[in-house]
C-alpha cells in the first residue's frame, strides 16, 4: 500500500543507512597501509560546541593530511557522565575525549584509564590551577579545551545605565537595586527551573565569597569537618530563599529555560541572571545586538570585602590509554594541536572566551564589556576557584535542592543540610577519608 | 530397504513414547536455545546485580562492603517521599485503568457507530514511545506557552503549572499515564466482555432486571479473571515506572515526583552504580511483597467461582 515513490525512498534510505554503517565499520580499522589514519573526537553535541569541534578538525587537518578526525556527539550533564564512564570503562571511547576538570574528572579513575601527558610540548605552559585540575598525583591528564569562565550575575547593562543604577558590592546593596528594578517594570531576577542545572549559581556562584572568608574551607569540607548547613557556606542557600520569598523571580521561572534565560536578559525583560559567563556565546548567537548590553558582577557577599568571582576552569582534552599505535600518535598530535598556540585562533573566532586562556593563549584587543568585568576581578585579585576544582565532592542532587529553594518548597537550612547528607555518597563512592 | 528403515523408525519413537517422554510436545534441547538466552541475559544479570549490590562498585573495580548499600539507600533523604509517591502512583494509576477501562469497554462492545474506530482510537497510546508522550505533554502542558492553558484561557480559566507546581506534579504523571496505558486495560476487558454468553443477558431481561442490575450481577462477577489481569499488570507497572516521570518532570520540580523507580536512576546516573543496584533490589522486594498477596487473592477467588 506504500506509494510507489515512498517506496523507492525507503529503498534509498536502506541503502545509504548500509554505506553508512560500512563506513563506519571502515573508520574502526585505523591505520591504513598508505599511512593515512583515522581518529574519532568525541565532544558534546550542543550546537556552539559542534561548530567549534569543526572548526579544530577542519584546521588540525589541513596541516595533518594524513590524519582523519571523526567528530562524535554525546549528550552534557549526568548522561552524558554517565556515557563517558560506561565507555570508559568497556574498552569502546573514542580516541580523543573533552570532559569536566576537576571532581568529575577525578571520578574517572585517570591513574587506570587515561594517559599520562606530562611529556607533551604544551605541558609547562599551563597555568597551575588548570594542571591541578587535570592531574592525580601520578601525573598529568589533560589538556585544556578552551578558556576559564566565571559563575556569577550576568546583567543587562543598558538598563543598569537607563535606571542609574551602581554595581552592588554587597547583598543587601543587590535587594536595594532589585527593588528599584521591580518598581520601574521589569523582572529584577531571572531564574529557570526548565533546565534544573541553572539553579545551582546562587550557592556554587557564592563558593568565592566563602573562600574569602576562609580559605580552608574546600580542604576541611573534604576532610568532613566543614558543613554547607552552616555558615559562611550557608549564605549561597539563605540568599537564594531570600530572593524567591521576595518575589523577584520572572513569573515562568518554574517552566523557562536556560535559552530562555539569555533572551529574557538580551530582550531587557530580566535584569539580573545567576549564571555562567558561558551564557554569552548563546546570546551572541540569537540576539548578536544585545552582546554589549550584556555586563558581569560577582555574587555579592554579605560584607563587601568578601565579594569574589568564582572561576570555573575549561575541560580538559583526554586519550584513554587503550589506544594505541599510529592511532595514539594521531592522538596525540590532536591534544597537542587543540591545547597549543596554533589553535588559539580557531577558539578565539569559534567561542567568543568570556574569562582567560590556561596554556598561554592570548585574549584579543576589543573583548565585550563582559569579559572586561570578568577580567577586572582577576587584575583585583579577587577571584577564587569553584568548589569543584578544590574538592572532588560534588553532590548529585544539589540542583534539585536549590529548585526546591528557589520555588519555596524548602527552607534554606533544611536544603542545606540536604545537600550536606547527599553528598555523603560520592565521598564514600570516592573512598575518602572521615565519612 | 527403505520400507523397513520406516518400520524401525516407528519403532523407536514407538518405544520413546512408551519411555515417558511423550509428556514433552518437543524433544527437551528444543528448549535449550530459550534456556540460554534466559540464563545469560536475565538469570545470571539478577544474581550478579544481588552481588554486585553488596559492594562499592565504580565499573572499573569493585569493594566488598557488605550491607553499607542498603543503609545508605535508607537513608536518602528523598527516599521516603519517593515511597509515598511510589505507592500513590501504582495504585492510582491501576484504579483508574480499572474504572475507565471497564466502562470505556462497555461502552465500545455496545451497538455503538464507529466503536471499532474509537477501539483503534483508544489503543492508539499504547503504541507510542513512552519518551515521546512525555515530550509530547510537556509541551502540551507548558504553564504559559503550552495550548492546554491556552484553551483554558480562553475559557477566562487560568491554568495551573500541570508539571511544574509541586503539589500537582504527580497527579498531572499520572493522568498522563491512564491515558497513556488505558488501551491495553480496555482491551483486555472487551475481550473478556466479548466472551460472557449473551444468554445471560437475555435470561436477565427476561427476568426484569435492570440494566445496572444486569452489570453488577452478570458483567461485573464474569469480567472478573480480566479485572485480575488488568490490577496485577497495571500495577506491577506503575510501582516500577520511571521513563514517563523521568521525560516529564525528571522527578521534580525539586523532589516533589520522584518515585523509587527516579531516585534509583539519579543514583545510577551519579555513577554510584553498588548503591543503585541496591535500590534496585529493594525496589525487587517491594514490588513481590506487594503482588505475591494480590496475585494470590485475585486467583483464589477466581478458583472459587
Keep these: 500500500m506504500i506509494p510507489k515513490t515512498s517506496r523507492r525512498h525507503f529503498g534509498a534510505g536502506v541503502a545509504a543507512a548500509a554505506a553508512a554503517a560500512l563506513a563506519l565499520s571502515a573508520c574502526s580499522g585505523g591505520g591504513d597501509d598508505d599511512g593515512s589514519v583515522e581518529i574519532t573526537f568525541l565532544s558534546t553535541s550542543d550546537e556552539d560546541n559542534t561548530a567549534l569541534a569543526e572548526a579544530l578538525i577542519d584546521a588540525f587537518e ?23 564512564k560506561t565507555r570508559l570503562a568497556t574498552g569502546e571511547m573514542a580516541e580523543v575525549f573533552n570532559y569536566n576538570s576537576g571532581s568529575l574528572f577525578q571520578a574517572l579513575n585517570p591513574d587506570q584509564n587515561l594517559l599520562e601527558l606530562s611529556d607533551r610540548p604544551w605541558a609547562d605552559s599551563l597555568t597551575d590551577d588548570f594542571t591541578s585540575v587535570v592531574s592525580t598525583e601520578n601525573g598529568l ?25 551602581e554595581v552592588p558590592q554587597s547583598w543587601d546593596d543587590f535587594m536595594a537595586n532589585n527593588e528599584q528594578i521591580a518598581a520601574a517594570g ?49 549564605a549561597g542557600f539563605r540568599h537564594h530563599q531570600e530572593a524567591y520569598e521576595s518575589g523577584y523571580f520572572n513569573e515562568n521561572y518554574p517552566s523557562a529555560t536556560f535559552e530562555d534565560g539569555g533572551a529574557m536578559l538580551a530582550e531587557g525583560s530580566g535584569v539580573h541572571y545567576p549564571i555562567l559567563t558561558t551564557i554569552l556565546s548563546s546570546i551572541r548567537f540569537n540576539h548578536p545586538d544585545a552582546v554589549e548590553d550584556m555586563r558581569f558582577m560577582a555574587i555579592p557577599a554579605d560584607d563587601p570585602q568578601h565579594t569574589s568571582a568564582t572561576i570555573w576552569q575549561p575541560d580538559g582534552l583526554y586519550i584513554p590509554n587503550t589506544v594505541e599505535g599510529a592511532q595514539r600518535d594521531a592522538a596525540l598530535a590532536f591534544v597537542d594541536f587543540v591545547t597549543g ?26 573583548v565585550p564589556p563582559l569579559v572586561q568585568d570578568v577580567q577586572s576581578y582577576f587584575d583585583a585579585g579577587n577571584t577564587a576557584p569553584a568548589l569543584e576544582f578544590l574538592s572532588p565532592i560534588k553532590g548529585p542532587n544539589l540542583e534539585n535542592i536549590t529548585v526546591e529553594v528557589g520555588s519555596g518548597i524548602r527552607g534554606a537550612e533544611e536544603a542545606a543540610a540536604n545537600y550536606d547528607r547527599d553528598v555523603e555518597n560520592q565521598a564514600r563512592q570516592l573512598g575518602l577519608e572521615g565519612w | 530397504m527403505t520400507a523397513a528403515t520406516t518400520e524401525v523408525r516407528a519403532g523407536r519413537s514407538g518405544k520413546a513414547r512408551t519411555l515417558g517422554v511423550s509428556r514433552h510436545a518437543y524433544p527437551l534441547w528444543f528448549y535449550l536455545p530459550a534456556a540460554v538466552l534466559f540464563l545469560v541475559f536475565f538469570a545470571i544479570p539478577t544474581f550478579a546485580s544481588f552481588y554486585f549490590s553488596l559492594t562499592r562498585w565504580t565499573l572499573f573495580d569493585q569493594e566488598f562492603i557488605g550491607f553499607e548499600n542498603y543503609v545508605q539507600f535508607f537513608r536518602e533523604p528523598q527516599l521516603y517521599q519517593g515511597f509515598i509517591n511510589t505507592l500513590i502512583y501504582g495504585f492510582l494509576t491501576s484504579g483508574m485503568k480499572v474504572v475507565i477501562g471497564l466502562a470505556l469497554a462497555v461502552l465500545l462492545t455496545s451497538a455503538l457507530v464507529g466503536r471499532h474506530f474509537l477501539r483503534s482510537v483508544i489503543f492508539f497510546p499504547v503504541l507510542v514511545s513512552t519518551i515521546g508522550v512525555g515530550i509530547m505533554f510537556k509541551a502540551l502542558l507548558d504553564p504559559f506557552d503550552g495550548i492546554v492553558n491556552g484553551a483554558l484561557e480562553t475559557l477566562g480559566i487560568t491554568g495551573p503549572g500541570w508539571l511544574t507546581d509541586p503539589d500537582l506534579a504527580l497527579y498531572s504523571i499520572i493522568g498522563i499515564d491512564v491515558w497513556k496505558g488505558l488501551g491495553i486495560a480496555c482491551l483486555i476487558y472487551i475481550a473478556g466482555l466479548v466472551a460472557i454468553p449473551t444468554e445471560y443477558y437475555e435470561a436477565a431481561r427476561v427476568d426484569g432486571a435492570s440494566k445496572w442490575a444486569a452489570f453488577k450481577s452478570i458483567t461485573l462477577p464474569l469480567v472478573k479473571p480480566a479485572t485480575g489481569t488488568v490490577i496485577i499488570l497495571s500495577l506491577i507497572g506503575g510501582l516500577r515506572s520511571f521513563d514517563l516521570i523521568w521525560a516529564t518532570t525528571g522527578g521534580g520540580p525539586g523532589f516533589s515526583s520522584d518515585v523509587i523507580g527516579s531516585v534509583i536512576y539519579k543514583q545510577y546516573q551519579a555513577g554510584f552504580y553498588g548503591l543503585s543496584t541496591a535500590g534496585n533490589v529493594v525496589l525487587f522486594v517491594v514490588v513481590t511483597v506487594i503482588m505475591v498477596p494480590i496475585s494470590l487473592m485475585l486467583n483464589k477467588r477466581e478458583v472459587e467461582q
Design chain 1, 141 to 165: 591528564y589533560g589538556g585544556s579545551y578552551g578558556s576559564s569562565f566565571a559563575g556569577g550575575i550576568v546583567y543587562n547593562g543598558a538598563i543598569y545605565d537607563e535606571l542609574g543604577l
Design chain 1, 186 to 234: 521589569y523582572d529584577p531576577i531571572v531564574q529557570t527551573y526548565g533546565d534544573t542545572w541553572t539553579s545551582q549559581l546562587f550557592v556554587l556562584g557564592d563558593y568565592a565569597n566563602v573562600h574569602a572568608q576562609d580559605p580552608d574551607w574546600a580542604d576541611q569540607y573534604t576532610a568532613h569537618e566543614r558543613f554547607y548547613a552552616d555558615e559562611p557556606a550557608l
Design chain 1, 62 to 84: 589541513a596541516e595533518n593530511p594524513d590524519i582523519t578526525v571523526n567528530l562524535d556527539g554525546r549528550p552534557g550533564g549526568t548522561e552524558g557522565d554517565n556515557l563517558i
Design chain 1, 341 to 366: 598556540p596554533d589553535a588559539c585562533e580557531v577558539f578565539i573566532e569559534a567561542v567568543n572566551p568570556t574569562g582567560p586562556y590556561v596554556n598561554g593563549c592570548e585574549l584579543p584587543a576589543d
